[in-house]
């Protein structure tokens, strides 16, 4: 046996690797999360535009999609949750995959040209170490193929948004986005791209920063819950 296998074998003893969902020691085949909680997944996958009831929402959206239904305490928001703590940026990326292997079964990546994050706020990215909507983006890039774009920064912070009610999240958010690099997505369809989905203010905040310059915008978020 090679030094090398050698060395795995033992790590394999030593610290296996478990599914971060249910806790069982996963096979060769699998990454994060086992085959069995992928199974469990709350695959409820919608694509509208939701716009005609909303507040202040951002023309050039032309549609919203998420793949999975999100539920508080659920597997897949302690998943969610899991990946804002921080130390598991393997997870966003098995969930960034997840994610685009169910959105493209609904040829929702036809005409997408670029993936953008929804940009963290910096005392948040310092705490967490990375920006979780990346590291997802990071996951789905590896499924399509797309290009992932750093194109926006968030300078500002902001309260949380939990408890408020969909106007009062437009206002919190509003003026918190920069587009820092309009190039990359000039004329281009862009895919927005984020970790959960409420009322879509955040999302559609960003948006607002790619008029005039995006052809059209998708907000997309991994999954998506109940309006309030």
């Given at each position: 046996m090679a030094l090398t296998d050698w060395m795995r074998a033992a790590c394999e003893v030593l610290l296996p690797r478990?599914?971060?969902?249910?806790?069982?020691?996963?096979?060769d085949s699998e990454d994060s999360i086992c085959t069995g909680c992928i199974m469990k997944l709350p695959y409820r996958t919608s694509v509208g535009t939701d716009c005609?009831?909303?507040?202040?929402?951002?023309?050039?959206?032309?549609?919203?999609?998420?793949?999975?239904?999100?539920?508080?305490?659920?597997?897949?928001?302690?998943?969610?949750?899991?990946?804002?703590?921080?130390g598991h940026a393997r997870l966003a990326h098995q969930l960034g995959v997840l994610a685009a292997a169910e959105l493209d079964r609904h040829g929702v990546f036809g005409d997408i040209d670029v993936l953008l994050p929804v940009p963290l706020a910096p005392e948040k990215l310092k705490t967490r170490g990375y920006n979780q909507a990346r590291e997802l983006a990071?996951?789905?890039?590896?499924?399509?193929?797309?290009?992932?774009?750093?194109?926006m920064s968030r300078p500002l912070s902001t309260h949380s948004q939990k408890q408020m009610r969909e106007a009062e999240?437009?206002?919190?958010?509003?003026?918190?986005?920069?587009?820092?690099?309009?190039?990359?997505?000039?004329?281009?369809?862009?895919?927005?791209?984020?970790?959960?989905?409420?009322?879509?203010?955040?999302?559609?905040?960003c948006a607002r920063q790619l008029q005039g310059v995006?052809?059209?915008?998708?907000?997309?978020a991994v999954a998506r819950t109940e309006l309030i």
């Open positions: 478990l599914c971060q969902s249910c806790g069982t020691r996963l096979n005609d009831d909303a507040v202040d929402r951002c023309a050039i959206v032309t549609r919203t999609v998420a793949p999975f239904g999100y539920t508080h305490g659920s597997m897949l928001g302690r998943l969610i949750n899991r990946v804002k703590g921080g990071i996951g789905i890039s590896s499924y399509t193929g797309l290009p992932v774009v750093d194109a999240r437009m206002t919190n958010i509003r003026g918190t986005f920069i587009l820092d690099d309009p190039g990359t997505c000039r004329g281009k369809h862009v895919m927005l791209v984020d970790d959960v989905m409420t009322t879509g203010a955040t999302m559609h905040e995006a052809r059209a915008v998708t907000l997309m």
